[in-house]
Every structure is written in structure tokens, then in C-alpha cells.
């Protein structure tokens, strides 16, 4: 995805310049938005929407320069802050889920107005507005992009439109997922193997 994608490049660009980034150096120190920052990039890896993820404290410290303890104290703050939620599956390990929404610093309207670019543009921002509260029209497309990006052809848009009237939500879930998961790099990958649910 290219470096200036507001919306998703591992972790969702519009987060980096919400305002979120200070409010959390200063309410909770800068460990927290270290750890939170790559928080969020594994769970993008992880999940093709917002969902729990594993995470362990060794690879978590060499990753981001903190030690096991700050790591800890970190996520305690961030928990309590109500940043996420998390389970501690084992002495290294924890269940974590990034809450979404996620408090906004300037608010949504706001946040749109600035990734929406000069062009305009109505984009799905993943963390800062619950995904089931969009019509299923525009999970398709928040779905799309989160495997491909925000920008897209009217052809697509076309597409994306015809695949929300003609296929069930589990099914559509189901084959973008799948398409997260091997990083497809065409959308062509989803309407063959959508065509191909229809057959099977």
C-alpha cells in the first residue's frame, strides 16, 4: 500500500495524525503509544476486521525497546484507559482486542473531513466507527479496503455493489478473509472464488 494511504498500511494512517498520538503520550506516557502503535499493526495482520489477537511479551519487548515489566504496566494503562481490552492466556502471553470506537481527539466529522483529501470520499475508518452499524453495502466496501486500499475504479465500485446484492455477508466475510490471509494482491482473486461458492 503506498506510504500515504490514510486508511491502511498495516496500521490505519488517519491514527498517526488524529491528535491520538499526544493525547496518549500525555494522559498515559510515551510507552503507551509505542506499545499501542505496534498494537495495532499486529492485530491489521492478524484480522481482516477488528478482533482479538495473541501477542507475547519477549517478541513485544524486542520489538519496541520496552521491557517485559513497562509492557505490562503499559497494558494495564491502556486497559484501564479503555484503549482495549485484553486476557492474559499465560505468564508471557495475552488475548488482546484494540476497542473501537476509539476516542477521537478532534472527532469524526473532523477526522473525514481530513483523510477525505481533495477529491472527497466517504471511507470506512477502521477503529473509529463500529463496522456494524454500516449497511451491508458499505461493509463490502470496508471489507475491500482492507485488503486492497481505499482507492478504487467505478468499475469496482460497480463490483462491489453487485457482490453485496448477490451474496450472502457470511459468504462475502468468509472470502475476504481468506483473501487477507494470503494477501491477495487482485480483486479478481475475490469475484473467482465468490463465482465459485455459487457452484460448489
Known sequence: MPMNDPLWTRIPRWIESSGLPKVMRNQLGLE??????????????????????????????????????????????????????????????????????????????????????????????????????????QRVVFLYQMVFGPRFTPRIVEDLEEISNCYDMAVIYDVFSEAHRRNAKHFSWIKSKLSASIEA
Not at 53 to 76: H, K, M
Not at 93 to 109: A, N
Open 32 to 137: 503507551c503509544w509505542t506499545l499501542f502503535r505496534k498494537l495495532i499493526a499486529m492485530e491489521c495482520d492478524a484480522n481482516l476486521t477488528p478482533d482479538w489477537f495473541e501477542c507475547d511479551l519477549p517478541s513485544l519487548s524486542q520489538q519496541t525497546g520496552l521491557t517485559q515489566d513497562e509492557i505490562r504496566d503499559a497494558l494495564i494503562r491502556l486497559e484501564k484507559a479503555d484503549y482495549i481490552a485484553r486476557h492474559e492466556a499465560e505468564a508471557t502471553v495475552q488475548q488482546v482486542r484494540i476497542l473501537s470506537p476509539l476516542p477521537l481527539p478532534y472527532g469524526l466529522d473532523a477526522l473525514r473531513a481530513q483523510t477525505a483529501g481533495p477529491h472527497g470520499g466517504r471511507f470506512a475508518l477502521r477503529y473509529a466507527e463500529p463496522i456494524d452499524q454500516l449497511d451491508k453495502a
